[in-house]
Each structure stands twice: as structure tokens, then as C-alpha cells.
């Protein structure tokens, strides 16, 4: 696959030329709204085996050969050149496609009331490229009972792609976490064994095959009780057959205090866990000033720390499938950012005849705008390229896989670049 980014002046038919496809491939791949009316600074996955690159000052066979990692050898005889003679500045030459390594690919889903059809569609798309499937989420009582969400088709469309269900179980009450029922369920002997039974009659009964912990907003001095916990489930879980995972906050050292942080404690849940997913995102956030939702340089770090504390086989990056649109100027308490999704910001560039910017350092794609009103607008979203840094620093640090939060919000360009970057592991 090739990331083709939108220059001033250019159009469908002229980029599909360049690349020896149709701008109708292009169009169905990107899923365009508007194929005759592309945005400065967008990004477009074109629908190619390997891809090609142009020669710029200072290249060699060397250098692009290890840029893309593939042998000098192999991109010479792909392009019928001599690795003898010397590489002409603006020569197109095609990099074969490289070995794909496995990769494990959750996503979250969330029905509400119950799953609508966009939603089920969202899933029935997303499948195929996916390990596990994440409806969110079965809440805990305080009686150690569940209450499920809606499932629906979600359980035949897991089935019909063998796609493995994680069940997400959390202390959501009113649609908040809450604290309280934390301490009640890690404290409570005689709840702690309600709800695991409860958890795997449930999961024998819906077809889970992944039981996963989604306890947030703990108490600090429920640290301890949620290893014990963990550890009690872990027996109970793995005797059944079942896989045990966690949802952790993003800390960056285990001395990180916090309502969302104390209580995590990364080096026990990456020795009692099969894996965990760590929330690296939402430094943007809809309450907060506008910012990338996940910038690459803070997300590194969270990860750099994780792999201190288990092993990357362990650790699934989370990754927002959304950005934000804010209305400037931004006043702390004021109103909340919208929530959007890649395909709609690249269609609000369009209608605002905004050029869409790139921000090399934190690896997010962004625009302004201004609004019927005259309120000026900041959005922060996801692209090809952006999604793409988060694959190559997936397969730098070796990682597990990518967790995504959540289905429903369109992004087909990120579906291409998994299958184009790894090897999807179905269980």
C-alpha cells in the first residue's frame, strides 16, 4: 500500500495515473464522499502491492534499502537496475512488499439500548481484520450479578470470522466508574465470588473466550486488593481455559499517583495477566484544550515504561479511532469538544475549504476552520500517516498488537494498513 498525500492542484484521475491504478480503486478504498472534490493535505491509501518511492538528494541503494527494509539486492532486481549505477534524482522506484509479522487487533464496541445497524455493520466490517471482538461492557453489581450490554449479531458475526469475544467486565454504575463499587468488589470476599462465577457461566453461556478487567477510578489503597483479585480471577479464568486481560490507565513510572493511576499496578498485572491493553490516549480529550487525542511522544514513553515492568509480547497499544472539533477560544469548564471521526473531519475540511496540516512531532493530522457563527474551530483527527507511525512503533517496540476504542467511527484506511503491515492472529 502507498500513502499518497494531496497536494495543491492534483486530482483523482492524476494521482491513480501515477500509481498505474484507477481512481475508481482509489475512490472504493478510501471510501471518498466527494472523489472529485479531494482536500489539501489528505491523506489516500492507494490500493498497490509494495509501493513506490521517488529519489531525492543524498539517496543510495543503501539508504532507501534500509529505510524500507528490504535487501539492496532485491529492490535493484525489482526496478531492472544496477546497484553499480548511480540513482537519478526523481526516479520512481518500486519497494517490494516486505515480510508481515503477527499481530494480535482488538476493538471495543459500545451498543447502547441496543446494537443498531450501523454499528453491526461497523463490526461485520472490522471482522475480518481483527483477533478479538470487545462489546463494552458487562457492569458489575454490587451484588456480584452482571448486567450485560446488548449483544445482538455481534456474537454470529465473532463466530462467522473467527474473531475470539472479549468480555469487558467493569465497575461502571450510572455510567461513571465508581470508586465504591470498586472497593466493594475487591473487598468482598463473598461478592468476589459471586461475580466470578457469574463471569464464567456467562462466558460459557455467550461464547467468551477472553475475560477482561475494565476496573478504572480506584481507590488508592485498593492496590493491593485488585492484585489479589486479579490473581484469585486468574485461577479461576485459566481453569476454565479462558484468557485473562486487563485495561490499564497510562502511567509513565510505578510511583505515578492518581485516581486513575495508583491502583495500576503494571508489573503484577503483567505477570498474572495473558495480556493487557494500555489506554494510550486522550491527551486530547473533549473537556481539555485542543491537542492530538494520542501524540506519538507521549504514548512512547507510556510504553517505554510498560515494556520495564512485562514483556512487549504482553502489551496491546490502545488507539483512538476518533479525533476532536473545538471552538475556540478554549475556556477550561466551557463547552465540550465534539467527538469526530476521520472520514467526517476529512469531509468537514472539505465543506470549510480548509487545508488539512501535518504535525511531524506528534505524528496527528490537523486543520482550522471557522464556523456559520464566526467562532473560530481546532480539529485534531487521524490519518494514514498518523496510524501508520503507531504500526511502525508497534513493530519497533515489539508489541503484542493495537486495541482499538472504538467501532462505529469510520476509518477504512486504518482496516487497509493492517492488513498491509501485519498478519492478523485469529484464535
Known amino acids: 500500500m502507498q500513502i499518497h498525500v494531496v497536494q495543491a492542484g492534483q486530482s483523482l484521475y492524476g494521482i491513480a495515473q501515477a500509481y498505474g491504478v484507477t481512481a475508481d480503486e482509489i475512490s472504493e478504498a478510501n471510501q471518498l464522499s466527494a472523489p472529485g472534490m479531494l482536500v489539501v493535505g489528505q491523506t489516500l491509501v492507494i490500493p498497490i502491492t509494495g509501493m513506490y518511492y521517488w529519489v531525492q538528494p543524498g539517496d543510495s541503494f543503501y539508504t532507501i534499502a534500509r529505510r524500507f527494509g528490504v535487501g539492496m539486492s532485491d529492490l535493484a532486481a525489482s526496478n531492472q537496475l544496477s546497484l553499480n549505477q548511480p540513482l537519478q534524482i526523481g526516479l520512481r522506484l518500486y519497494i517490494p512488499p516486505g515480510p508481515k509479522r503477527k499481530a494480535e487487533i482488538n476493538a471495543y464496541i459500545e451498543p447502547r439500548g441496543e446494537v443498531s445497524q450501523s454499528l453491526q455493520n461497523a463490526a461485520a466490517e472490522a471482522a475480518p481484520h481483527l483477533t478479538y471482538l470487545a462489546p463494552f461492557s458487562f457492569r458489575v453489581q454490587r451484588d456480584g450479578s452482571l448486567e450485560a450490554p446488548p449483544l445482538d449479531d455481534l456474537v454470529s458475526t465473532a463466530a462467522q470470522h473467527r474473531v475470539t469475544l472479549m468480555m469487558v467486565v467493569t465497575n461502571l454504575e450510572n455510567a461513571q466508574f465508581s470508586s465504591e463499587l470498586g472497593r466493594i468488589i475487591l473487598n468482598d470476599q463473598a461478592v468476589q465470588n459471586r461475580l466470578l462465577e457469574n463471569i464464567i457461566s456467562t462466558a460459557k453461556e455467550l461464547g467468551f473466550r477472553d475475560i477482561h478487567f475494565d476496573f478504572e477510578f480506584l481507590r488508592p489503597e485498593d492496590r493491593e486488593a485488585y492484585n489479589a483479585f486479579l490473581r484469585k480471577a486468574a485461577g479461576r479464568i485459566h481453569q476454565e481455559g479462558f484468557l485473562l486481560s486487563t485495561a490499564l490507565a497510562p502511567k509513565t513510572s510505578r510511583t505515578q499517583t492518581g485516581a486513575w493511576y495508583t491502583a495500576h499496578d503494571y508489573k503484577v498485572h503483567g505477570e498474572v495477566a495473558d495480556f493487557v491493553i494500555i489506554m494510550t490516549y486522550e491527551w486530547g480529550y473533549s473537556g481539555g484544550p485542543p491537542m492530538p487525542v494520542s501524540p506519538i511522544g507521549p504514548v512512547r514513553r507510556v510504553l517505554e515504561y510498560a515494556l520495564s515492568e512485562m514483556p512487549g509480547s504482553k502489551i496491546m497499544m490502545g488507539q483512538n479511532l476518533y479525533g476532536y472539533d473545538w471552538t475556540l477560544p478554549y475556556v477550561a469548564g466551557g463547552p465540550y469538544a465534539k467527538a469526530i471521526s476521520p472520514q467526517a473531519a476529512i469531509d468537514l475540511a472539505r465543506t470549510r475549504n480548509a487545508a488539512i496540516q501535518y504535525d511531524y512531532k506528534d505524528q496527528a493530522p490537523h486543520f482550522?476552520?471557522?464556523?456559520?457563527?464566526?467562532?473560530?474551530?481546532?480539529?485534531?483527527?487521524?490519518?494514514?500517516?498518523?496510524?501508520?507511525?503507531?504500526?511502525?512503533?508497534?513493530?519497533?517496540?515489539?508489541?503484542?498488537g493495537i486495541s482499538y476504542w472504538k467501532l462505529g467511527l469510520p476509518f477504512p484506511q486504518n482496516w487497509l494498513l493492517i492488513e498491509d503491515n501485519f498478519q492478523v492472529v485469529k484464535r
Not at 378 to 389: G, L, M, P, T
Open 368 to 400: 482550522d476552520y471557522t464556523d456559520d457563527a464566526g467562532k473560530p474551530h481546532k480539529v485534531w483527527f487521524e490519518d494514514a500517516r498518523s496510524i501508520q507511525a503507531k504500526f511502525t512503533l508497534l513493530k519497533e517496540l515489539g508489541l503484542r
